[in-house]
Each structure stands twice: as C-alpha cells, then as structure tokens.
C-alpha cells in the first residue's frame, strides 16, 4: 500500500492542469462541494479549459448530492441539485491531471486500484490556507448542519486556493 503524502509538493505545472477530479467515499457530499466550488470559481473568472470533476471510491452510482448537502451548498450559491454519483473508474483517472482525495485512506486506495496515478494524488488539504495539511476532510454524512457547513467551509478554503495555484498558471490571476 503507497503513502499518499500530503505535502511533497506538487510536481505538475499549474498551466498544464486542465482536468480535476476530486474523490471522496460516496460521492455525495464532501467531492461534489469540491466539484461545485471549483466550476463556480473558474466560471467567475470565464475559464472555460478546466474541467472539474468528482468520484466515490464506493459510490452507488446514480445517487444525488445528500439534502443537506444540496442545502448547505445553496446557501454559498452552489448548486448540487442536479449531482449524480459515480464511482471512481480508469477512464476518470486516466484524464485527471491532477486528483485530490479528502483521507489519506481514500488516496491509498486509489493508487492500489489506480498504480499509473501515482504523482497525481494528492490529499485535497494541501491547498489549505489554515489548519494542518496532514489531515483529512471529515465526511459529514448521517450528521447534522453544522457538520455539514463546517466541511463546506474547509473545502472552499481548499479550492479557493486551488483555483489560484491553477488560474495563476494560466495567467488569469
């Protein structure tokens, strides 16, 4: 089983970076705020060669974004109404430039399914603005509210920055 490291230091040229797929358990709360966030960041900015995509590594495919999840999203103007889960496949993977998972565990799953990926896998906190790098997102699912806000809000601060390590690179920042 390979280590994913949160912070080796990404080795992928921002511009080079047209592909991202975030990856959770189920693909119903934590990778979709993900997902909605980043299309919401780099369509504010008009980028149209930036795909933002997500996956469960135990998906149940066809499965929607969780009420509470639609819920807290709404309130920050993302929209999960029309989310669909799917599962983690060699197709997704193979395009991704870069994949940002939200546990350790999830990033050393997919490498043991997904070997070529290693390089692309990073644990999603390594684009934190506070708090330690080294831990994960904590799932809210079969939580409350706050639960759900709070790993909101620990995800937008994730891919706020993700989003300008990325438009950076393409000279939109």
């Given at each position: 089983m390979r280590a994913i490291l949160p912070f080796k230091g990404i080795n992928i040229m921002a511009n080079t970076i047209k592909h991202i797929l975030?990856?959770?358990?189920?693909n119903i709360c934590r990778s979709p705020f993900a997902e909605g966030l980043l299309k919401k960041l780099v369509q504010k900015k008009g980028v149209d060669d930036i795909v933002a995509d997500s996956a469960g590594l135990l998906a149940l495919p066809g499965n929607s974004a969780t009420g509470l999840a639609q819920k807290v999203a709404a309130e920050y103007d993302v929209d999960l109404s029309g989310h669909i889960a799917k599962s983690v496949r060699e197709a997704i993977v193979d395009r991704s430039d870069l994949i940002l998972v939200m546990e350790k565990a999830h990033g050393e799953s997919l490498l043991d399914a997904f070997p070529e990926a290693d390089g692309k896998v990073f644990l999603i906190r390594h684009f934190a603005g506070f708090g330690s790098r080294n831990r994960g997102i904590a799932d809210p699912y079969g939580l409350n509210?706050?639960?759900y806000r709070f790993c909101f809000l620990d995800i937008q601060d994730c891919v706020s920055r993700l989003a300008e390590y990325v438009l950076q690179g393409k000279g939109f920042i």
């Amino acid at each position: 089983m390979r280590a994913i490291l949160p912070f080796k230091g990404i080795n992928i040229m921002a511009n080079t970076i047209k592909h991202i797929l975030f990856v959770c358990t189920g693909n119903i709360c934590r990778s979709p705020f993900a997902e909605g966030l980043l299309k919401k960041l780099v369509q504010k900015k008009g980028v149209d060669d930036i795909v933002a995509d997500s996956a469960g590594l135990l998906a149940l495919p066809g499965n929607s974004a969780t009420g509470l999840a639609q819920k807290v999203a709404a309130e920050y103007d993302v929209d999960l109404s029309g989310h669909i889960a799917k599962s983690v496949r060699e197709a997704i993977v193979d395009r991704s430039d870069l994949i940002l998972v939200m546990e350790k565990a999830h990033g050393e799953s997919l490498l043991d399914a997904f070997p070529e990926a290693d390089g692309k896998v990073f644990l999603i906190r390594h684009f934190a603005g506070f708090g330690s790098r080294n831990r994960g997102i904590a799932d809210p699912y079969g939580l409350n509210y706050e639960a759900y806000r709070f790993c909101f809000l620990d995800i937008q601060d994730c891919v706020s920055r993700l989003a300008e390590y990325v438009l950076q690179g393409k000279g939109f920042i």
